[in-house]
Nanobody, 126 residues
Framework: QVQLVETGGGLVQAGGSLRLSCAAS????????LGWFRQAPGKERELVSA????????HPVDSVKGRFTTFRDGAKNTLYLQMNSLIPEDTAVYSC???????????????????WGQGTQVTVSS
C-alpha cells in the first residue's frame, strides 16, 4: 500500500522559512517522479514544483522560482520542499504526489499523478 505523508507545515511570518517533508512508503522510491502541489481557499490546486525520479531535474513554477527548492533523498524515501522568503500568497494546503516514471520526464498536471498525500497547511502572516 502506497502512502505519502507530509509534515512540516505551520504558521510563519512573511519573510520566514519552512521545510516540508513527504515520507513515502510502499513503493520503489527511485521509480517515481514526484511533485508538490498547493491549493489555497477558493482556488484550484496548482503545481509548485516537479522533480524527476533521479532528482537531477526539477521544475519550480515561476511564482516560487528562486525562493523554493525541491529535492529528494533516496536513502530516506523522502521528498522535501524548502520554502524561503515566504509571502502571504504562499498560504495554502501543500500536498505531495507520486507517479511511476520510466524516464527523467517531469509531470506537471495533477491528473498525471497516481498517489497523493493528505496535505499540510502552510499559513504565512503579513
Amino acid at each position: 500500500q502506497v502512502q505519502l505523508v507530509e509534515t512540516g507545515g505551520g504558521l510563519v511570518q512573511a519573510g520566514g522559512s519552512l521545510r516540508l517533508s513527504c515520507a513515502a512508503s510502499g513503493l520503489t522510491f527511485s521509480n517515481y517522479a514526484l511533485g508538490w502541489f498547493r491549493q489555497a481557499p477558493g482556488k484550484e490546486r496548482e503545481l509548485v514544483s516537479a522533480i524527476s525520479r533521479s532528482g537531477r531535474t526539477t521544475h519550480p513554477v515561476d511564482s516560487v522560482k528562486g525562493r523554493f527548492t525541491t529535492f529528494r533523498d533516496g536513502a530516506k524515501n523522502t521528498l522535501y520542499l524548502q520554502m524561503n522568503s515566504l509571502i502571504p500568497e504562499d498560504t495554502a494546503v501543500y500536498s505531495c504526489a507520486a507517479t511511476v516514471a520510466f524516464s527523467e520526464r517531469l509531470y506537471y498536471r495533477s491528473n498525471d499523478y497516481t498517489y497523493w498525500g493528505q496535505g499540510t497547511q502552510v499559513t504565512v502572516s503579513s
